[in-house]
């Protein structure tokens, strides 16, 4: 399978091709293709495709594989892994595709989950120590799933299934923006505790978590900090 983006800037496209573990990305240089860099994923590369994640004018290379999805960059050795999901066991990532489903002007990824049967969204996420990771934002169980296409605007995916193309609803409220933080809840905490370091209402991370009374929180689950009054000390 193939991808095609322009990864050094330079206003040609390269392309980047798949089969099995290998990739290699190739430029065409004096009237041939010739392979710039090469590598392997950690699993088989299931799906591929290119998106700008984190600026407009560079891509990254996206791949699905059996458990999770990773993200490549352009560097000076060819690829670098820069960023991986968590680790979804047996989901198969048959088809990865981004669009800006929340709306927030970021794209986000789509991954078709074969074997999962579930879509999942994933972005590209500020947590509180600034570091960035590929976090999930949301998943929708679908039967029978073959294949997605994100478009580009807010809410809406094409799915396609063995019983032919649909129309996904996304709930978009719940998938969280640019501008806000993710936090993991830790031993301890209290969404009062969590509201003052933040500076941010107890109400607030209620409304932005949909959180239901008693807001019981668990170690390890992940808690979206509004956009606002963050403490940035
Ligand atoms: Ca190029
Ligand atoms: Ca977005």
Request: with cysteine; aromatic share 8%; hydrophobic share 40%.
């Amino acid at each position: 399978m193939v991808a095609t983006a322009d990864l050094d800037g330079d206003g040609q496209m390269e392309v980047v091709a798949a089969a099995g573990r290998e990739y290699k990305v190739f430029d065409w240089q004096q009237g041939t293709f010739v392979v710039i860099a090469a590598g392997q994923a950690p699993q088989d590369i299931l799906s591929l495709t290119a998106g700008c994640l984190q600026s407009d004018d560079r891509p990254e290379i996206l791949m699905g594989t059996r458990d999770q999805i990773l993200v490549y960059a352009p560097s000076e050795s060819g690829l670098t892994m820069l960023y991986q999901s968590l680790l979804y066991p047996q989901a198969y990532f048959r088809k990865v595709s981004v669009g800006d489903v929340n709306g927030d002007g970021k794209l986000e990824i789509i991954g078709a989950a074969s074997g999962a049967q579930t879509l999942y969204f994933f972005g590209l996420w500020t947590l509180q120590d600034r570091s960035r990771r590929l976090e999930e934002l949301g998943r929708v169980y679908l039967g029978g799933l073959v294949d997605v296409e994100g478009s580009g605007s807010e809410g809406q995916v094409v799915a396609g299934t063995t019983e032919g193309y649909v129309d996904v609803y996304v709930p978009t409220a719940l998938l969280p923006r640019e501008g806000e933080t993710l936090y993991t809840v830790r031993r301890g905490d209290s969404l009062w505790r969590i509201a003052r370091r933040f500076r941010v209402s107890v109400q607030a991370l209620v409304e932005a978590n949909d959180l239901q009374h008693p807001y019981r929180l668990d170690p390890g689950q992940a808690l979206v900090i509004p956009a606002g009054r963050r403490d940035t000390s």
